[in-house]
């Protein structure tokens, strides 16, 4: 299996600009997990999914920020509009339901707001 | 409430030396306590992990003992190698919820 893929890798934007952020999840797992990493906040948990239902999405920090899960094999992490604060690694991780404390991470996308 | 401390915040240590990370947590609803390692550009990947009725957990070089009635458990790396320089989360996990620490920055000089 290749892992959590994310994509992009790298995302350069300007402030107020629509930003999509996108993970494959490791087939079989059926929880997925965003999360986002700052130097000042650490590790936040955003959103997780359940068998592609948003079980706790207290993480989401405001109403710009919104996740989907249109199926096992898919999500995205929308920031509509981005602003600088934004600015931060996002991660996506999956595991399977009967241990979540096992997370899988993909490799993250770097986003920078301008 | 939901709050994992972690000390030191870095750490550097000579290769063959044993480095040792602490954490400190609130709540008393976790139920599972991993490490996470994180390389350079990579996302965190599990180490090693202790549930509370357990004391210590040895895996080669990677140790955690864990001190219940504290509410504190630690990892100690022997024989550390500079391969293990990369930054340390302790986590407490409630359900599928975890919560990290701070992280702390390793650094095993060769």
């Known amino acids: 299996d290749a892992g959590v893929i994310q994509s992009p890798r790298h995302e350069v934007t300007e402030m107020g600009q629509e930003v999509t952020l996108r993970c494959k999840p490791i087939s079989g797992h059926n929880s997925l997990f965003w999360y986002r990493q700052t130097m000042m906040r650490g590790l936040e948990l955003l959103i997780y999914f359940n068998n592609n239902v948003p079980i706790d999405d207290s993480g989401m920090p405001e109403d710009r920020f919104s996740a989907k899960m249109p199926n096992a094999s898919f999500s995205t992490l929308k920031i509509q509009p981005s602003e600088p604060r934004d600015s931060a690694v996002y991660f996506c991780a999956s595991s399977l339901a009967f241990s979540p404390e096992k997370l899988f991470f993909g490799s993250g996308t770097q986003l920078s707001v301008l | 409430q939901q709050q994992v401390k972690q000390s030191p915040q870095s750490l550097i240590v000579q290769k063959g030396g044993i480095s040792i990370i602490n954490c400190a947590y609130e709540n008393t609803a976790f139920d599972y306590f991993p490490w996470y390692q994180q390389f350079p550009g990579k996302g965190p990947a599990l180490l090693i992990a202790?549930?509370?009725?357990?004391s210590e957990k040895k895996e080669g070089r990677f140790t955690i003992s864990f001190n219940k009635s504290a509410k504190q458990f630690s990892l100690h790396i022997m024989d550390s190698q500079p391969g293990d320089s990369a930054t340390y989360f302790c986590?407490?996990?409630?359900?599928?919820?975890?919560?990290f620490g701070e992280g702390t920055q390793l650094t095993v000089n060769p």
């Open positions: 202790i549930r509370p009725d357990v």
């Open positions: 986590v407490g996990t409630s359900g599928s919820r975890l919560t």
